[in-house]
């Protein structure tokens, strides 16, 4: 593999490739490759995030025991639908 650096980014531009790196869930070096790839035919598949990422340790500790309260049910086997 080789490194690359690439100089003078715009500010507008720099901001729509932190943005689409955002949108996919991909870090901005990996949001570049796919940006590169795409436009010179290169790709085989587009890499797509789940959109989910960057909500990842967004809740607070009463947002995270309330949803533990609220699908404590779902950990609970119902014996007699086992028989």
Known sequence: MKTMTIRNVSLDLAAALEAEALQRGLSLNRTVLALLRE????????????????LAGSWTEDEFREFERAVRSFRETDEDLWR
């Not at 890499?47 to 990422?53: F, I």
């Open 39 to 54: 436009a010179l035919g290169l790709s085989e598949k587009t890499e797509r995030g789940n959109g989910l990422r960057r």
